[in-house]
């Protein structure tokens, strides 16, 4: 089953909203990743936070980590049209070798 | 500079057909990981390399599947006597140290696979 479980799978808002998505695991992590994905342009890291961190910034992402809760969620401040896209929590596998990701979170930014 | 590149971006194949997908790493990353990702889904893990290390071959579905690796360079993955259920976009991705969970890993557009 998947490691990461996003929620809520689709999220619809304004340009200049906030969109909150969240993420849950069932194993301890060193670290957790989120990455989007827009239709034709494959995966992109956004942002990496690790265990011993409780929260991260980058621009107009802030990430939470949870890990008595085994969660974190994904905010983007601001949304704009370009927001438009899928977002997956990753994390990873036992052996070390490479990350599980969730089913995503669609997001829909409509201006 | 240049990304991860896969081909083809399309394949449309008759089931019972094999294929060979392709993808070309950012030069200097020693991991090179493969996925899957069903319509709607997640990405499935399939193969890692790294260096010269026996690959993790541990999330291949099948013996249809495998995939090689030329030394740091190109990777190759191979699904033989398709299935429709093999229908899906293949992701590869490379980074640069020792892979796993700490380095970010770069993503190719992928190899949208349709069997018919």
């Known amino acids: 089953s998947q490691q990461g479980e996003e929620d809520p799978q689709a999220l619809s808002i304004q340009e200049g909203e906030n969109a909150t998505m969240n993420c849950s695991y069932k194993?301890?992590?060193?670290?957790l990743q989120w990455y989007r994905q827009n239709s034709g342009r494959g995966l992109v890291h956004l942002i990496l936070i690790r265990s011993n961190e409780r929260e991260k910034h980058s621009g107009r992402l802030r990430v939470t980590l949870d890990t008595s809760k085994k969660s974190s969620s994904l905010l983007i401040t601001a949304s704009r049209a370009a927001d438009t896209a899928s977002y997956f929590c990753a994390t990873v596998n036992q052996a070390g070798t490479a990350l599980i990701f969730g089913k995503g979170t669609t997001l829909s930014v409509s201006s | 500079g240049a990304g991860v590149s896969q081909s083809p971006s399309n394949k449309v194949t008759e089931k019972g057909k094999d294929v060979e997908l392709r993808c070309d790493p950012i030069s200097g990353h020693t991991a090179l990981y493969w996925y899957r990702q069903r319509l709607g889904q997640g990405l499935e893990f399939l193969i890692y390399?790294?260096?010269?290390?026996?690959?993790?071959k541990s999330g291949l579905p099948s013996d249809r599947f495998s995939a090689e690796r030329t030394g740091e360079s190109v990777s190759t993955l191979t699904i033989q006597r398709t299935q429709q259920e093999d229908s899906a976009v293949y992701l590869c991705a490379s980074s640069l140290n020792t892979g796993g969970g700490s380095d970010t890993q770069y993503f190719g557009p992928g190899t949208r696979l349709t069997v018919l």
């Open positions: 390399f790294q260096g010269n290390s026996a690959p993790d």
């Open positions: 194993t301890s992590i060193n670290n």
